[in-house]
């Protein structure tokens, strides 16, 4: 149990055009959803937390008009890269908890690799 | 704020024992994680300390003292494979939500 799919696993996009990352909860429902982004060679820094049916609670530095997540369900959260640039070239990574299991009831997505050419 | 520092880099041989070491400050602190990630895939579990002491598990164990704010995993009888990144994550409750902080991570390589 406790899969989390992620999609697209690779997306390469155009510069000023917006992408869609899509997360999901295949066998348990996720009131809370992560996502990270990992440049080549560093660690997963978060980017913001995403909540079932409020508004995500971003990270310092990360811009929410840029970066727009959407968790309409308890079993999808959308993160949109918006007015894309090549800098936002990086590993996108979701995680989502399992509720009441605390801390360990994490599960992370497979990851999708953005190239913005 | 918080802070988790990790070695960089390390290089060790096939059969050989390595420990990678985590130091950590944080607030809320709930719990340390370590995950092995292969470049390109996402990270995948490998231990979780909540209480101070050794976790073993098969071939890895970690470590957790809280009041020094420092882990380590060991891995044994080091194999090819094991070549990897080695995150340690510390989770921390935030507005009753655990949040995921990860360290800067350590890049193992295992020579033959």
């Known amino acids: 149990g406790a899969v989390v799919s992620q999609h697209p696993s690779r997306v390469i996009c155009k510069s000023g055009t917006s992408v869609k990352i899509e997360c999901r909860s295949l066998d348990f429902q996720a009131t809370t959803m992560f996502w990270y982004r990992q440049f080549p060679k560093q660690s997963l820094m978060l980017m913001a937390t995403s909540n079932e049916g409020s508004k995500a609670t971003y990270e310092q530095g990360v811009e929410k008009d840029k970066f727009l997540i959407n968790h309409a369900s308890l079993t999808l959260s959308t993160l949109t890269v918006t007015s894309a640039h090549p800098e936002d070239s990086s590993f996108y990574i979701c995680?989502?908890?399992?509720?009441?299991?605390?801390?360990?009831?994490?599960?992370f997505g497979s990851g999708t690799r953005l190239t913005v050419v | 704020g918080q802070n988790i520092d990790q070695p960089t880099e390390m290089t060790a041989t096939e059969g050989a024992i390595v420990q990678i070491n985590c130091t950590y400050q944080t607030s809320g602190f709930n719990g340390l994680f370590w995950y092995q990630q292969h470049a390109g895939e996402a990270p995948t579990f490998l231990s979780y300390?909540?209480?101070?002491g050794l976790e073993e598990k098969g071939r890895f164990s970690s470590f957790l003292s809280r009041s020094k704010g420092y882990s380590y995993l060991l891995l044994k009888e080091l194999q090819m494979k094991d070549s990897a990144s080695y995150l340690c994550a510390v989770t921390r409750t935030t507005s009753g939500t655990y949040k995921y902080i990860f360290g800067t991570g350590t890049r193992l390589k295992v020579l033959a």
């Open positions: 300390n909540v209480l101070d």
């Open positions: 995680s989502a908890s399992r509720s009441g299991q605390g801390a360990r009831g994490y599960t």
